[in-house]
């Protein structure tokens, strides 16, 4: 009897572990990522994004006195990396595009206003393409896009 309790209390401690273990070995290796990709777009330490928020495998991250933006996605095949000085930037919108005929948002985009030659560029931050179950992060990620417009909004206007 103390042998068949010792082995399900054994084989219990394996299934709670294992996926503990992976999880925070996967973690780690994400803030690890986040860190060094920080650093990369820092230039020198210039930039030092102190504001960071992480959702659905996205890290939105800004520095409001030396004024950038990083948007980091880990969600598409490759990750996708996009930084905006916000030092020559006049205006940021969010941009949502739906199907034809329909109110089904397919894509979200930060939308970036330039100060010199006018120029416009666009940041994709959501993708059904990008969504595995299809739309389930689509309310949570709106949110977080229009939080973050009116934080680079504000940090424009300072």
């Known amino acids: 009897m103390d042998t068949s309790v010792t082995i399900?209390?054994?084989v219990l401690t394996l299934i709670i572990a294992i996926p503990l273990i992976y999880s925070m070995r996967s973690s780690s290796i994400n803030k690890a990522k986040i860190k060094a990709i920080k650093n990369k777009f820092s230039q020198?330490?210039?930039f030092n994004f102190e504001l960071t928020e992480t959702q659905n495998k996205k890290v939105l991250a800004l520095d409001e006195k030396n004024k950038g933006f990083l948007l980091i996605d880990f969600n598409a095949k490759e990750e996708v990396v996009s930084f905006v000085d916000l030092n020559t930037v006049q205006s940021c919108k969010l941009v949502p595009t739906t199907e034809n005929n329909s109110?089904?948002?397919?894509?979200i985009e930060f939308e970036f206003q330039y100060k010199e030659a006018?120029?416009?560029?666009?940041?994709?931050?959501?993708?059904?393409?990008?969504?595995?179950?299809?739309?389930v992060c689509l309310y949570e990620d709106h949110q977080l896009a229009k939080k973050w417009t009116?934080?680079?909004q504000d940090c424009l206007t300072v």
């Open 8 to 10: 399900i209390g054994l």
């Open 44 to 46: 020198n330490n210039h």
């Open 103 to 107: 109110d089904t948002i397919v894509k």
């Open 118 to 135: 006018k120029k416009i560029e666009s940041i994709s931050f959501y993708k059904i393409e990008n969504d595995q179950i299809g739309q």
């Open 150 to 152: 009116k934080m680079i």
